[in-house]
């Protein structure tokens, strides 16, 4: 009995010692009293929300949409922040079918609508006109003439009167006349265009005038673009675009005019005009149109603005994240494990094959790796699976380093020892006995192996040697500094993508620092 009751003593000693004996912490509640590393946990968060949520935050396609705006445009808030972009257009586009159309004058022509591609074109159908008998000479016409005299460095226009009769194109007993009046209440911008195609199916003998012109608020009238088709086309397309050198001639303006400081020059009310008309004596003239195509590039664009290209920069800068995230867990995943095995069976092994292994990694080591990037990446191409092969190829020394030593001093421990004894091969004690043990190691230099190789990228993209195919922070540094934007001061094209580098970069780093604090012994003992 007494022995019974002071077993039952010691058992209750025993768990109030136990009770009063603090247990071991967990990796995560050890985690979550490192400040640092839950900032930096934060931020990796919020970078991989928005990489997978990329298609739903990026308005646009940071590939594919291009001339979004005017080359450069500022951020759409820049307007309300400097003067110097106050009033600034936006893009403005707009498409005009027969329903948009004021149909001032028809001429005896019937408008109809058919299907283009997912929109509605115009259909023209003239009636034919009777053919037109040549006046006698003394009833010629008395008309204006303006002839333009250009040379590169400027024009010069006249009007000077002069008796001749009128082409057989230029005058048509039946025509038709469309406008449509858009407001434009911003400064003169930089560029604009308009497109349509058009086809027509006509007698060999007919003659088909189109024409666009664009008239001002103080009434004044300009001709954008007119051809004369004689018969048939299966295809014809009509491109006025300000940047044109033909447009330039077409308004006598010189070289280095810009036509939309003449066109634009003032606020209110603008008509664009389209002009059909048809000679021909043999039957109906039918003309069909797309619809037309007007636009405005803006000078502001969304949140961060456009590239040289047009090309969303926002959408630019959310897709980089991806990227971004890719190659760096990509390449720091390949390095470590190269790194790993390299130095467990270097450690564990040892002898010629140790030293073999450590003189390899010795050299490598030893090789600038940026300038060896860039000759192996001008050999064998642009791509980010090339680029991640030679990062990996070129980062797991270090590790290979950390973690033989780490094996050279498992390699000694009594539960290897024991293992070995126990008849236990080689591949079996390095993979159940060694690599466990190494692992914490392995995943700290994991976390900060990943903004290296992020950096690394970017510095080649920013060098010109990144993947031409995708949109990498890197490479919007290397189109800034390419197109003008250090010199023009456009610092929202350089400072978020150097910022978005900078803050993955501190939270992997953030993150690495507080695992080699939890789990690196060395680490805790200076803590």
Request: hydrophobic letters at 45%.
């Amino acid at each position: 009995m007494r022995q019974d009751t002071k077993a039952a003593q010691r058992a209750d000693v025993a768990k109030a010692a136990a009770a009063a004996t603090p247990r071991p912490l967990t990796f995560w509640e050890q985690y979550r009293r490192k400040s640092q590393g839950m900032v930096g946990l934060a931020m990796v968060a919020i970078y991989v929300l928005v990489a997978v949520f990329a298609p739903w935050i990026a308005p646009y396609n940071p590939m594919d949409d291009l001339y979004l705006a005017d080359a450069s445009a500022a951020p759409v808030w820049m307007s309300k922040l400097s003067a110097r972009f106050r009033n600034c257009p936006p893009t403005i586009r707009f498409r005009l079918g027969l329903e948009n159309w004021n149909q001032e004058e028809l001429g005896g022509a019937t408008l109809s609508s058919f299907a283009y591609e997912e929109e509605s074109g115009i259909q023209f159908d003239l009636p034919a006109t009777a053919s037109a008998e040549p006046e006698a000479e003394e009833d010629a016409g008395f008309s204006w003439v303006r002839s333009v005299e250009w040379n590169p460095w400027g024009s010069q226009a006249s009007e000077e009167p002069s008796e001749e009769e009128p082409a057989a194109g230029d005058v048509s007993a039946e025509g038709v006349v469309l406008s449509y009046v858009t407001p434009y209440q911003y400064k003169t911008p930089n560029t604009f265009s308009t497109k349509f195609e058009y086809s027509i199916d006509a007698p060999d003998t007919a003659e088909t005038l189109i024409m666009v012109e664009l008239v001002t608020p103080d009434g004044q009238a300009h001709d954008l673009w007119d051809t004369t088709v004689a018969g048939s086309t299966e295809y014809g397309s009509a491109i006025v675009d300000s940047r044109d050198f033909d447009l330039k001639i077409r308004l006598g303006m010189s070289f280095f005019g810009e036509p939309s400081q003449v066109l634009f020059a003032e606020k209110g009310d603008y008509t664009i005009r389209l002009r059909v008309s048809a000679t021909s004596p043999d039957g109906p003239v039918s003309l069909k149109m797309s619809p037309v195509a007007f636009e405005v590039l803006g000078m502001v664009h969304g949140v961060l603005g456009v590239d040289h290209m047009g090309s969303d920069l926002w959408s630019q800068l959310i897709y980089g994240t991806r990227i971004a995230l890719a190659i760096g867990l990509s390449t720091a995943f390949i390095a470590v494990a190269i790194g790993t095995t390299v130095g467990i069976v270097a450690g564990y092994v040892g002898g010629a094959v140790d030293e073999f292994l450590m003189r390899v990694a010795d050299v490598l080591l030893a090789i600038p790796s940026l300038p060896i990037l860039i000759i192996l990446g001008a050999l064998f191409g642009k791509s980010v699976l090339n680029i991640v092969i030679l990062l990996a190829l070129l980062s797991w020394m270090g590790i290979a380093r950390l973690v033989r030593s780490q094996t050279l001093s498992l390699k000694e421990r009594q539960f290897v020892e024991a293992a070995r004894a126990s008849g236990a091969s080689q591949s079996y004690v390095m993979l159940q006995h060694v690599l466990p043990n190494v692992m914490p190691l392995i995943f700290a230099n994991l976390v900060l192996r990943i903004p290296g190789a992020i950096l690394t990228e970017a510095s080649l993209s920013f060098l010109g040697l990144g993947d031409p195919r995708v949109c990498t922070w890197g490479r919007i540094l290397q189109n800034a500094r390419e197109f003008g934007a250090f010199t023009t001061m456009a610092w929202w094209w350089l400072v978020p993508p150097g910022l978005a580098l900078t803050f993955m970069s501190l939270a992997f780093v953030f993150i690495g620092n507080s695992v080699n604090e939890i789990l690196n012994p060395r680490y805790r003992e200076r803590s």
